[in-house]
């Protein structure tokens, strides 16, 4: 009989085949460069979960190692996320598990419930899977071949259950390094309840696919069939499904209201205040997967140890490649030899590096930074008509500065007020643009929020320097149409009062890292920019005094 969990595999695959979205890889390579068995750890609730363990090449169960665990909704032997895996067994791809298993770690992959070798009922972050992580960490730090000191490792959703496992404080857990995380799941799916936009890679890195139709997509994946050569339980595990589970996970993921029982227990800003566990924390300032909000919150929460962080201009990645950081990868090892191997070393680099849009790098102790002070930018009034789609003067108001005496630098999350009068189905945008002299301007954030009488925007935060004699603009308008998913109110907005608060710092910074250009950035400026007409900046050019900068 074919288990209804190989239906609604079968059925997306080949949709996503039709879509160009899964690639078959080659064969997996005969000597994969460790020694792999699976186990299966029986959580407190029953809930069986199926792990990988990967050893280096003979090394003895008597011999005691670090470890290094990813915990996962993404590595079914079958298919990592839609990427068939003809050849089955361990799903190891963009892992450091060459790195950790030359350096003497044993590298563990878990399977959250439901997904993967994993029976049980996923539950986005929920108790359930929290507790997965414990027992996860907790079981490895009990084996034979472990010294009990465990570290966790992820991107994304993975780098999410690191965070997890601080929330739980498993026994044996030693240090977690989480990228591009969700800190909490209603903030990664909606902004201030209206959905975001997700791309639809590879056919395109533009905004598709709505925050609202993630749960479904999740279990797309939960229902990846097991490989024909996995072991029986995996199979069975596999195979199995809970209708009943899958209908309230959908309804509780599409439910945009951040104040249900469901989401404040997800909400892990709150849980992780005061950590002291260390952790390594990155973040991409334009990712367009995990965006650069309220992950500042939980940074700036966390209790004294010896936290790291790296901030800057990157997608939905670790700093491996691809973004400019070179020394990334002697940072990551050696944070896991200090905090998981105890190992007597240094881990090089500051306590936060920052990336910023101009490709260079720099120090700092703290992010935002301490001198980071908000500007209040009073912005024009007027009307625009919530109405989407089509561009048109009738759904924006810009407001302008005049070009910038000295250079200023934006270090932080702006956050806008506004006094609005219109229907509560309606939204309201707060952008923030670099405009140099030839009036190109180029996006450097942004935010939305429903449309209230006293309305507050949070946009994403940004480090940015803006570069003396340019200027910059701020556009209100309903809704940016590949980023946020709205139903149009087809009704106007009065702005009767607005004002912006733009993080600048007040001292001078000279880049003192080492770093190269992250292929972001010419990619966003290449995909973020328009050409304003010389009436629109003319015309909406305000008085604003910014403070004189100091140092340098």
């Known amino acids: 009989m074919v288990s209804m969990r190989m239906v609604v595999w079968r059925a997306v695959v080949g949709v996503l085949l039709v879509m160009g979205a899964v690639v078959a890889p080659g064969q997996a390579s005969a000597d994969p460069g460790y020694q792999w068995r699976e186990e299966f750890i029986t959580a407190p609730d029953g809930t069986r979960l199926h792990a990988d363990v990967l050893r280096p090449v003979g090394l003895g169960d008597e011999v005691r190692t670090p470890v290094v665990m990813t915990v996962s909704p993404y590595r079914s032997h079958e298919a990592r996320l839609t990427e068939l895996r003809p050849g089955g067994g361990p799903s190891t791809g963009d892992l450091p598990v060459p790195m950790l298993l030359a350096a003497g770690y044993t590298s563990v992959i878990v399977d959250l419930r439901g997904f993967g070798g994993s029976n049980g009922c996923p539950d986005f ?14 079981w490895a730090a009990a084996q034979p071949w472990s010294t009990g000191r465990v570290g966790l490792y992820g991107v994304s959703y993975e780098g999410w259950t690191g965070l997890m496992g601080l929330a739980e404080k498993p026994a044996g857990l030693a240090a977690v390094a989480s990228f591009e995380v969700v800190a909490d799941p209603n903030a990664y799916l909606y902004m201030q309840g209206i959905a975001w936009k997700f791309s639809l890679k590879p056919i395109s890195e533009q905004g598709f696919r709505p925050g609202d139709i993630a749960g479904f997509e999740h279990l797309l994946i939960a229902s990846t069939p097991a490989h024909p050569n996995d072991s029986a339980e ?11 589970c899958y209908q309230q996970y959908l309804a509780e993921t599409s439910n945009h209201d951040a104040s249900t029982p469901f989401w404040r227990d997800r909400d892990l800003v709150e849980k992780l205040r005061g ?60 944070f896991f030899d200090r905090q998981v191997a105890g190992k007597d070393v240094t881990v090089p680099g500051p306590r936060v590096t920052v990336g910023q849009f101009d490709g260079r790098w720099r120090a700092e102790t703290a992010w935002p930074p301490a001198d980071s002070r908000a500007v209040d930018i009073d912005l024009r009034t007027g009307r625009y008509t919530d109405r989407g789609l089509l561009p048109g003067a009738d759904r924006e108001i810009w407001t302008v500065s005049p070009p910038l005496a000295q250079d200023q630098q934006l270090s932080g999350a702006p956050t806008a007020t506004l006094t609005l009068d219109g229907p509560a189905a309606a939204s309201v945008t707060v952008e923030v643009y670099d405009i140099g002299p030839d009036n190109r301007a180029t996006v450097i954030t942004r935010g939305i929020a429903p449309v209230t009488p006293t309305t507050q925007v949070r946009l994403l935060a940004q480090d940015w320097p803006i570069p003396a004699g340019h200027r910059i603009g701020i556009r209100v308008t309903d809704v940016v149409d590949d980023v946020w998913a709205h139903q149009p109110a087809n009704a106007p907005v009065t702005v009767t009062a607005a004002q912006l608060h733009l993080p600048l710092l007040s001292g001078i910074r000279t880049p003192d890292l080492p770093g190269d250009l992250s292929e972001a950035i010419p990619k966003w400026r290449n995909e973020k920019t328009v050409s304003l007409i010389a009436d629109v900046v003319n015309n909406a050019t305000v008085a604003v005094t910014f403070p004189p900068r100091t140092g340098g």
């Open 125 to 138: 972050g929920g108790p359930g899977e929290r507790s997965d992580v414990k027992t996860a960490v907790e």
């Open 275 to 334: 950590n002291t566990i260390p952790l390594f924390l990155g973040q991409g300032f334009v990712d367009y997967n995990t965006r650069a909000d309220r992950v500042f919150q939980l940074w700036n929460g966390l209790g004294p140890g010896e936290h790291k962080a790296m901030f800057g201009q990157w997608g939905h990645r670790d700093c491996s490649e691809k973004c400019g950081a070179t020394q990334f990868s002697s940072e990551l090892l050696a």
């Open 234 to 244: 995996y199979k069975a595990n596999a195979s199995s499904i809970d209708p009943a």
